[in-house]
């Protein structure tokens, strides 16, 4: 069993940064890949970034966010740099057993991430 607990969402002006943590409790969270999602208004949830066997990056997001994971103190952790309003969505960090392959398409499989926080708000204002 693990628990995520994010932290770190808030208002910020475009162009600006922000960065989200996520707290893991449970002894087994390096048997876990991990990624940070989110879902804006109106549409579906979305894998912005994932980390197992190297980080995997929407395009929407590449050059601007970075995903870090520490495993000695059970924390994932999302770098966001020259945010967009359009980044504006709930921000989730989420783990899952690794999948055979790893690409960003497996990652990215919501229904195969069995754990979830309860998610952080990220508004970007223009």
């Known amino acids: 069993q693990l628990q995520l607990v994010e932290s770190g969402g808030g208002l910020v002006q475009a162009g600006g940064s922000l960065r989200l943590s996520c707290a893991v409790s449970?002894?087994?969270?390096?048997?876990?890949?991990a990624g940070w999602f989110r879902q804006a208004p109106g549409k579906e949830r979305e894998l912005v970034a994932g980390?197992?066997?190297?980080?995997w990056y929407a395009d929407s997001v590449k050059g601007r966010f970075t995903i870090f994971r520490d495993n000695n103190k059970n924390t994932l952790s999302l770098q966001m740099n020259s945010l967009k309003p359009e980044d504006t969505a709930v921000y989730y960090c989420?783990?899952?057993?690794?999948?055979?392959?790893?690409?960003?398409?497996?990652?990215?499989?919501?229904?195969?991430?069995?754990?979830w926080g309860q998610g952080t708000q990220v508004t970007v204002s223009s």
């Open positions: 989420a783990a899952r057993p690794p999948p055979t392959t790893f690409t960003f398409a497996t990652m990215a499989q919501k229904g195969a991430y069995e754990y």
């Open positions: 449970g002894r087994t969270f390096t048997r876990y890949v």
């Open positions: 980390i197992g066997r190297g980080e």
